[in-house]
């Protein structure tokens, strides 16, 4: 596949997704986010593909949207047009894992994608903040709403409040990043994780994001009812059968995805 702001390579099982316009710190143009749509569709209908990883280069994984895209447009064009949105909703839809592996810089829509993303593992460089306060707009895609919920009112309200920004220490000890990694291993760590996914069942796979998305959508009460649905379903499918036969038998499971 190929496109002018993004490289979409396969890796063993993951769909690797780099956005490619390094010096702009990747910042993301309405190209790139129809290209990143573009791509999840693909990746997406890719049966050897079992887990999508987003990543960018060492100074930035996507530092915001292009200001010099956005600064002339009125109310209308932006309430007729979702812009940058349209990629990022697409992210949302995917209905295959995702992996930000975050270095460098990930500012405004770049946070944003990191927080929509399934696991987010960051290198000890990498920046996290929804600093749009700074430029006299707020977040588009989620910024208020999804880092409150990883992060807690109070760190959010400030972040968004200020614009100040929030290193990679800090973001795994408040939740909003699985791991903290050495740069040079981020890459590795994050396709590693890919494999790890690729040789679970795919429907419990796809179960499970749904048990844990729900967590953050519903009461209590409403979650474990939805996550005892989802365990009784899994006892239709033969993975739960292999699985437990290969636990049972002290070997690896031959999950056939059915």
Known sequence: MAFATIIVEN????G???FNRPKALNALTVEMASELA????VLEADDSVSAIVLTGCEKAFVAGTDISEVRSLEFVDVLDGDFV???LDRLESCNKPTIAAVSGYALG?????AMICDVVLAAENAKFGQSEITIGTLPCAGGTQRLVRAVGKAKAMEMCLTGRLMCADEAERAGLVSRVLPVGDLLDEALAAAEAISRMSRPVTRMVRD???RAFESPLAEGLRYERALYRATYATDDQKEGMDAFLEKRQPNFSHR
């Open 11 to 14: 890796r063993g099982h993951a």
């Open 16 to 18: 690797l997704v780099t």
């Open 38 to 41: 573009e791509a999840l569709d």
């Open 85 to 87: 949105t349209r990629g």
């Open 109 to 113: 829509c770049g946070s944003e994608i």
């Open 211 to 213: 048990a844990v998305n």
